[in-house]
């Protein structure tokens, strides 16, 4: 673990772009191994949600469209985060969205599935793409699959899959039919329903190819 996880830090280092949190350094003192990151002040996308519920359109599509280009960004360059979610989504005092926590997810992803017998997820169950809970596979696409769950929870103030137990979450997202955004809030309109719908394809391949297409298609909702 502690090898992957100096490895995926030094990685997430090299990412430098005004949407990804910035790591300064990685290294050990004695037996802690540790990574710098720059302050941000403000609050969790999280905490935003937990606080305000249901963003306007307008305000969720100005949070996803620079997430998505910090995910393409990534992505080009051979990186997945494996745990998009609001809580790894930082929103500053002055509008600046960062994601955060590149490379740790992945090296303690990496850690479960080779723990025990059986495939173990340790991320937000609620934004886990299907191929990651079946067979613990995850590409670019399956942060796709985050993002539009994240976007689902920003347009209608809750999760897309929320089970009282975690089976139960794993089971809705295997299985249910997720109704659309709008059936939830009546503000959404039906070409965001479509965006949703196209990122939560239980099928990778169906996803949109690139998350810079999602940076472009909210692009007319922030003119």
Do not use: C
């Amino acid at each position: 673990f502690v090898e992957r996880f100096v490895r995926e830090a030094r990685a997430a280092a090299r990412l430098k772009h005004p949407n990804v949190v910035t790591v300064f350094d990685v290294g050990q003192e004695g037996g802690w191994y540790y990574f710098v990151m720059e302050h941000l002040a403000g609050e969790t996308l999280a905490a935003r949600l937990q606080s305000q519920g249901a963003l306007s359109a307008q305000e969720a599509m100005s949070i996803l469209r620079p997430l998505a280009a910090a995910l393409d960004y990534a992505h080009h360059r051979g990186i997945v985060h494996r745990d998009v979610k609001p809580g790894n989504v930082m929103l500053g005092l002055e509008g600046q969205v960062t994601l955060m926590d590149f490379g740790i997810a992945r090296a303690r992803a990496r850690l479960a599935a080779t723990e025990g017998s059986g495939i173990t997820f340790k991320g937000k169950l609620a934004y886990a793409a299907p191929e990651t809970l079946s067979s613990g596979q995850a590409d670019a696409r399956s942060d796709m699959f985050a993002l539009g769950a994240v976007m689902y929870h920003m347009l209608t103030g809750g999760p897309a899959f929320r089970g009282e137990s975690e089976a139960e979450t794993v089971g809705k997202i295997l299985l249910d039919t997720l109704p659309p955004p709008s059936q939830a809030n009546a503000a959404v309109p039906p070409e965001l329903d479509a965006l949703v719908a196209s990122l939560l394809a239980r099928d990778p391949a169906r996803r949109p190819p690139r998350a810079l297409a999602v940076a472009d298609a909210v692009a007319p909702w922030l003119s």
